[in-house]
């Protein structure tokens, strides 16, 4: 027996990903420990409680999980019904995490700084592959692993405003008027936006919440503007299929986005390269440049960055990582998930081997894994972390025996009222082998009233 064996199987991140790969580690009988960055289960997906997921409930279990909850009597929710993503956290992740299963391995407020080889830096290859993962947190512990599956997501590093992939000028120091993805318009974060103008940049379906949201409240509250502003020259991603889209929550909520913009209650602006921000007597002023090099201003009150989401690897500085250059994910994973080329219902099943990095027993599972890729789905996650705890298990023929369902459309989220999360693109709806998204995959084509700036490049389906 080989003196790893001893150690637990750490998993970083108690969100959906994460506490599924301990639900899958306890069926498989491996030690394992959950190290929690905040003081609760699911604590990113509690940052957005206000959005309802696309997807009903019945896709947002993992298996494994479901045996255990069931095990322990459980009433499960309706397997239709939408959850929010608070009641994601209180009605699936909680008492997931409560079991006495898994409750004893789980540590919060355990934020993980470094991952290493204990005694050994990157340069180090003798003995490598037998020697203990070293994982160091903030508060100074250290623990000891076999292995390291790392579900900590990406929520903490969004992408920057900048459209060259650098912070706009002037980006830090515009903080105070900045808002991450998926503010509760509606609810606790209200004051902020009653009576200002607010420029959502954006086009994902992160962004179409906020802005019906906003749309919403500027209905009911005099002086409250709303402006919309994509990269592309065209919202048609964002917009859907409408009522011909095969999943109508999706098209629920491109045909109300459509419908305030037409109307004039949403400011739509096309080629929006956002280039410098500056603190203008309590605004701030948003200088756009165009693709000619010409530059154009927008004075606002408050600015929403939907503009997705980035891996942060740093943790794992002295591993021996195989990163895709473009994407961030592994390289063998990277051309399966690639934005340009996929949408959500188009990425084929993968597992272990395409998560695999040379520093063998390290995974990066979930929305990580994915590195900038905006199509990762939540059954995605859970695939992913069955076929790697089997390989841990040394179960290969179950580690590579990958199925994955994805949405027939590609549809990475829908409408709050029935609906969606954001570019994480938390769940899938109908099952079946995707179709791109696009004008081929049933998106609408008729022509809309639009203030042109400049063409962009085309983004994913799930993010701009």
């Given amino acids: 027996m080989n003196a790893l064996d001893d150690l ?180 606790a974060d209200r004051g902020r936006f009653v009576g200002r103008h607010t420029l959502v940049v954006g086009a994902g379906h992160s962004a179409a919440n906020t802005l019906l949201s906003l749309a919403e409240l500027a209905a009911v509250e005099a002086g409250t503007e709303v402006t919309w502003a994509i990269r592309t020259a065209s919202p048609a991603r964002t917009y859907g299929g409408g009522a011909a889209d095969a999943l109508p929550a999706r098209g629920a909520l491109g045909s109300r986005l459509r419908a305030h913009v037409d109307a004039g209650r949403i400011r739509l602006l096309t080629g929006f390269s956002v ?62 998930i690639d934005p340009n080329e996929h949408s959500c219902g188009t990425v084929p099943p993968h597992g272990v081997d395409e998560l695999a990095h040379p520093e063998s027993g390290y995974y990066a599972v979930g929305m990580k894994s994915y590195g900038r890729a905006p199509t990762f789905l939540m059954a995605t996650g859970y695939e992913q972390v069955r076929s790697v705890v089997a390989a841990l298990a040394g179960d290969w023929a179950a580690a590579r025996d990958v199925q994955l369902d994805l949405p027939e459309t590609g549809v990475c989220s829908s409408d709050p009222a029935v609906s969606a999360s954001g570019d994480d693109c938390c769940g899938p709806g109908p099952t079946a082998r995707g179709l791109s998204t696009g004008i081929s995959g049933g998106l609408l084509s008729a022509p809309i009233s639009l203030i042109a700036l400049d063409a962009a490049p085309a983004g994913g389906c799930c993010g701009s």
Avoid: C, M
């Avoid at 160091?136 to 900048?162: C, F, K, M, Q, Y």
């Avoid at 503009?307 to 390289?331: Q, Y």
């Fill in 8 to 187: 637990p199987i750490v998993v970083i991140g108690a969100g959906p990903t994460g506490l599924a790969a301990a639900a899958h580690l306890h069926e498989r009988g491996l030690p394992f420990t959950v190290l929690e960055a905040g003081d609760a289960p699911g604590a990113a997906v509690r940052q957005w409680g206000h959005v309802r997921v696309f997807s009903p409930w019945r896709y947002n279990i993992d298996p494994a999980a479901r045996r255990l909850l069931d095990e322990a009597g459980w009433v499960a929710p309706d397997p239709q019904a939408l959850p929010t993503g608070a009641e994601l956290a209180g009605d699936y992740l909680q008492p997931l995490a409560e079991l006495p299963q898994l409750k004893p391995h789980l540590r919060y407020r355990a934020r993980v700084e470094a991952i290493s080889r204990l005694g050994l830096d990157r340069l180090r290859t003798s003995g490598r592959d037998t020697t203990p993962f070293l994982l160091r947190l903030a508060d100074g512990d250290e623990l000891l692993a076999r292995a390291v599956i790392d579900a900590s997501g990406t929520w903490r590093t969004p992408n920057v405003l900048g459209a060259s992939g650098l912070p706009a000028r002037g980006e830090a120091d515009v903080a105070a008027y900045l808002e991450h993805a998926l503010p509760d318009v509606l609810g």
């Fill in 275 to 336: 280039h410098a921000l500056t603190p203008t007597g309590g605004r701030v002023s948003v200088v756009v440049r165009h693709a000619d090099g010409a530059d154009e201003s927008i004075t606002v009150d408050r600015v929403v960055a939907a503009t997705g989401f980035r891996p942060d690897h740093s943790i794992a500085a002295e591993l021996r990582l195989d990163l895709d250059p473009v994407l961030g994910a592994t390289r063998a994973l990277a051309p399966l």
